[in-house]
Structures are given as C-alpha cells and as structure tokens.
C-alpha cells in the first residue's frame, strides 16, 4: 500500500471492547473525477471472511439536493448514522474480492472510480458505474420489498 498510496497512513486500530478484533487503517486522500476526498479504508484481517471498508471523511458523504441518504447509489447504508455509511465497491456474494487481493489494487482503486461516478450523479442523478444485479440504492430495494415495479434505473 505505502508504495502505491504513499498519501494513504497506515495504523493498527484496536478497539477498546473486550474480544472486539483489531483492524488495519490507511487514512489519507485519493481521487475521484474533480477533487480529492479524505478516506477511511478498513479491513479486520484476522476475521476470516472479513471484507475492506472504505468511508468518506471529508467531504461527508451527502445526497442529492431533496433526497436522502437511501438515495445514493451503491452505498452499505448505516441506519443510525447514514453520513458514516461505507461505500459498496464490490459484491462479496460473486467473490469479486477475497483476502488474497492486495487492497492497493483493488479497493482503494474501485474507491476512486466510485467517486467518480459520486460526481456525476450529483450533477445530473445518473449513475454512470457499472452496476450488481438488482436495485442500485436503498430506496429501490425497500420499494421491491413492498411489491413496486423495477422502474428504470439511473
């Protein structure tokens, strides 16, 4: 990671719960199409089927003028703090990434492209990345849930 995101900091975190498992942290700023982003990426290496995290810490993450945070495309929505939601990279489900893949590679690089996309659909509502079989954000999955139709995605 150092050599191909020397900007990224690396530190151990070890939370302060008992059998709560440590996790290794790269904080720093990438690219998405226009600015730069402060990012959290987080990954519990010891847990086996452990997946990294990537959070936006400046600027926060927010939605579209009169939307909500169940609005934003590909987002691992929190519910109590949507503004601390990560960002979905990838589907684990298809084994588009495993512990075997280096993080530089991988993640921080798909954080950047989504991002890019992030901008976009800012301007213009359009999620222009490639997108996983089903909804594309929350608000899509909880109208399925409730009977609704697949209206076309954007």
């Known amino acids: 990671m150092a050599h191909?995101?020397?900007?990224?900091?690396?530190?151990?975190?070890?939370?302060m719960i008992i059998d709560a498992t440590p996790s290794i942290q790269w904080i720093g700023p990438i690219?998405?199409?226009?600015?730069?982003?402060?990012?959290?990426?987080q990954w519990s290496w010891l847990e086996v089927a452990?997946?990294?995290?990537?959070?936006?810490?400046?600027?926060?993450?927010?939605?579209?003028d009169g939307e909500d945070y169940i609005d934003i495309p590909?987002?691992?929505?929190?519910?109590?703090?949507?503004?601390?939601s990560a960002l979905c990279l990838f589907d684990p489900d298809e084994g588009q990434w495993d512990n075997t893949m280096?993080?530089?590679?991988?993640i921080i690089p798909w954080a950047s492209e989504w991002l890019h996309h992030?901008?976009?659909w800012h301007v213009d509502g359009v999620w222009r990345g490639a997108n996983a079989p089903g909804p594309i954000n929350i608000r899509e999955m909880r109208r399925?849930?409730?009977?609704g139709q697949d209206g076309q995605r954007s």
């Open 31 to 41: 690219r998405g199409f226009q600015r730069e982003y402060r990012i959290l990426a």
């Open 102 to 106: 280096w993080i530089s590679d991988t």
């Open 144 to 147: 399925l849930a409730e009977g």
């Open 118 to 120: 992030y901008e976009f």
């Open 4 to 15: 191909r995101w020397p900007s990224l900091k690396m530190r151990v975190y070890r939370p």
């Open 74 to 84: 590909h987002l691992i929505l929190d519910g109590e703090t949507p503004e601390n």
């Open 50 to 64: 452990a997946v990294p995290y990537v959070f936006l810490l400046d600027p926060a993450l927010k939605p579209r």
